[in-house]
């Protein structure tokens, strides 16, 4: 009798692939293999304590195969090896090395506060690796929001503009990023954008004063806010005197040094914390006069009217008022 056979010694070959690194604590082993369909691969799970957990699965028609890991890994590395018999005994061995971690990457966001700026920079810090993408959504007082992204920096720094004007008032800027684990952080703040001032300024119009109070109003400015106050005198001469904005918007300052006679002219000046600044004028009919207007009066004498006209000249303006005190020979007024 006779009857053929054959010897085979060539294992069969195997691939086992683990996840680099992920969030997933019983994540889910591949691979591939030449192992006839329906063979059973080992794998042997071994975590960063020294822990085994080992699962069978067999391979499919195309020669790919998965498993998922039974029980939760711990943090940390994780090795995985599989190993298949052919029908001949022949073993194939693969190993692999992945990482689990569950830890969320730290943030933070800062939305700058009191902005002269409309398009503020928002910026931050992270723990996530170098070129994580970094979401910011910000949302103004209008309750629109604008989504934009940046990379994390080497030094863990990310920072990015807003693309589109906010309007004036609060704002939230809320940032996240994923790791390459897949874990999310996130991290809130409210900022504001202020981009409005405004100041009057009103100088006496004709004054005998010549050192008058200039007084004024403030819009959005807070209280304590500095005013400076330029007064130009006929002469062009100048002086520079300083106050603050009062609780109420209002100011007044006195000028500090006489002014002479003349036309007057005062520019006033502030800023609010965002850095807004506002400026108001008054330079047109403002006149300091501290000559007296001339005046005579003529009396009738030996007049036989007992109610006698009394007349005079001044150079005093059209429609000035003159008061006139008689007083009689009995001492009546």
């Known amino acids: 009798a006779k009857d053929d056979g054959s010897v085979d010694t060539a294992a069969p070959s195997i691939t086992v692939d683990v996840p680099d690194v992920t969030n997933d604590t019983t994540p889910t082993i591949t691979g591939t293999t030449d192992a006839p369909a329906g063979s059973v691969v080992t794998v042997v799970i ?6 085994t957990q080992t699962v069978t699965t067999t391979v499919n028609g195309d020669g790919t195969y998965s498993v998922e890991v039974p029980n939760a890994l711990p943090e940390g590395p994780v090795t995985v090896e599989a190993t298949v018999k052919d029908p001949s005994g ?5 190993t692999d090395k992945g990482e689990v971690d569950t830890t969320a990457p730290s943030i933070s966001v800062d939305a700058p506060d009191n902005s002269s700026d409309n398009t503020p920079t928002i910026s931050g810090k992270t723990d996530a690796p170098a070129g994580s ?7 103004g007082s209008d309750g629109q929001s604008q989504t934009v992204t940046a990379t994390v920096k080497a030094d863990g720094t990310y920072s990015v503009d807003v693309p589109n004007v906010l309007p004036d008032g609060s704002y939230t800027a809320e940032a996240s990023v994923k790791d390459p684990a897949g874990n999310e ?12 001032a405004a100041i009057t300024v ?9 050192t008058p109070t200039i007084t004024g109003t403030t819009t959005d400015v807070e209280e304590g806010q500095v005013v400076t106050v330029v007064v130009t005198d006929s002469q062009g001469n100048t002086q520079t005197v300083t106050t603050t904005v009062k609780a109420d918007g209002s100011y007044s300052v006195d000028v500090p040094n006489a002014l002479p006679d003349g036309n007057y002219g005062v520019t006033a000046t502030v800023s609010d914390k965002a850095g807004n600044s506002a400026t108001a004028e008054d330079k047109e009919g403002n006149v300091v006069d501290t000559t007296a207007p001339s005046i005579s009066v003529d009396a009738p004498d030996k007049s036989s ?6 007349s005079g000249k001044t150079d005093a303006p ?14 009546q007024t």
């Open 46 to 51: 071994t975590d960063g304590e020294g822990n």
């Open 133 to 139: 993408v970094v979401t910011v959504v910000v949302t």
């Open 185 to 196: 952080a996130a991290a809130k703040d409210d900022g504001s954008v202020d981009t409005a």
């Open 318 to 331: 059209e429609g000035s008022v003159v008061t006139v005190v008689v007083t009689g020979s009995d001492g």
């Open 202 to 210: 009103d100088a006496p119009a004709l004054t005998n004063d010549n």
């Open 305 to 310: 009217d007992n109610t006698p006209t009394i």
């Open 90 to 94: 022949n073993e194939g061995k693969a």
